[in-house]
């Protein structure tokens, strides 16, 4: 792993999937960086939000949002060209949904991916940040999970995110352009929503808690998941995209903390001062029981991090669902991410 490009002070970022949870976050986190001048967002709006994008930019650093999808080739090599860097974040989410309908999730997540690398390849290359996801593991039971531990994908998301990422490494290989591949887990913050049946954990239950509904949960809550604050992971994101970072493999983006289902429900309570009734069922065709990263690598490209804890997270993420209200304390929760 190492830097391969020289940093630019006038980077002109594309970020595919920019309306989306995480894509509006980091959009926030390129405009109050003093090396970008520009932000262009590519989204379908399909599952992102134009509001999630409300505010973000000025005269100095603007933020355009194109409105289109990575399945457009013509559009996707014309807005790579313009770039200094993309930041690949653009799929259809979700394994339950990717088990509904499969092939929608693979055309777009596989299919657009080769796209994005085409036009960069087509514009002499660009510094890559790619999107994968911890559910390529499947249901290993080695903890943590290291880069080492072979894949064993369990749904057609995680199918689709071993794909790109694969080509992701292939391209970078053959063409010679720096590119990283982040295996991503649980992220969850500010500008998540709840809302349909594919609706992320966090959301959903901080959805369920502030109208007053039971909090659902798919099994026992007993299964862990190595939550990951959306803050800490565009500060990742803009670093290695600015920096021109490069690796011949794949990362974890996260920090190898592991928290159950039921740990989250007892700070949400903490939080909210009061105890909140749980409703169980079935366990979610193509989830896994356990997640947690090995963060060696990231280690190794951006030196030790100092994350976000779930507490103070939550905090964070609860003071954007209900900006009114404030912590158990009393006291005001803090600005959000």
């Not at 064993?152 to 790109?164: D, H, I, M, R, T």
């Not at 809550?221 to 670093?239: C, H, I, K, N, P």
């Not at 079935?282 to 690598?297: E, L």
């Amino acid at each position: 792993m190492s830097e391969t490009t020289s940093p630019r002070d006038d980077q002109h970022v594309l970020v595919t999937g920019g309306a989306g949870f995480i894509g509006g976050n980091l959009a926030r986190r390129l405009v109050d960086d003093d090396r970008v001048t520009r932000v262009t967002v590519l989204d379908d709006l399909s599952t992102g939000r134009p509001d999630n994008l409300e505010g973000v930019g000025d005269a100095d650093t603007p933020v355009e949002l194109v409105e289109g999808t990575v399945l457009d080739e013509a559009l996707v090599t014309r807005l790579v060209a313009e770039a200094t860097a993309v930041v690949h974040l653009a799929a259809i989410p979700s394994v339950p949904r990717s088990v509904d309908q499969p092939r929608p999730s693979m055309t777009t997540n596989v299919d657009g991916t080769v796209n994005v690398l085409e036009a960069i390849r087509a514009a002499g290359g660009r510094p890559l940040v790619f999107a994968s996801s911890s559910s390529v593991y499947g249901a290993a039971e080695v903890l943590p999970k290291t880069i080492d531990l072979a894949p064993a994908p369990l749904s057609p998301y995680a199918v689709s995110k071993l794909a790109g990422e694969s080509a992701v490494l292939a391209w970078r290989h053959c063409y010679g352009f720096p590119a990283v591949p982040f295996r991503f887990f649980n992220v969850y913050g500010p500008r998540q929503r709840a809302g349909d049946a594919y609706a992320a954990v966090v959301p959903a239950f901080l959805d369920a808690a502030l109208a007053g509904r039971d909090i659902p949960v798919n099994g026992d809550g007993m299964q862990s998941r190595d939550f990951t604050y959306v803050g800490d992971v565009v500060d990742v994101l803009a670093e290695v995209a600015l920096g021109g970072l490069d690796s011949a493999r794949p990362v974890n983006l996260a920090f190898g903390r592991r928290w159950t289902l039921l740990d989250v429900i007892a700070e949400l309570e903490t939080l909210l001062g009061r105890s909140l009734d749980v409703i169980f069922g079935p366990d979610r065709p193509g989830d896994v029981r356990h997640s947690q990263a090995d963060p060696s690598g990231l280690e190794q490209l951006l030196g030790t991090r100092n994350p976000v804890e779930l507490g103070p997270g939550l905090v964070r993420t609860l003071a954007w669902w209900d900006p009114d209200g404030a912590t158990t304390d009393g006291a005001s929760a803090p600005d959000p991410a």
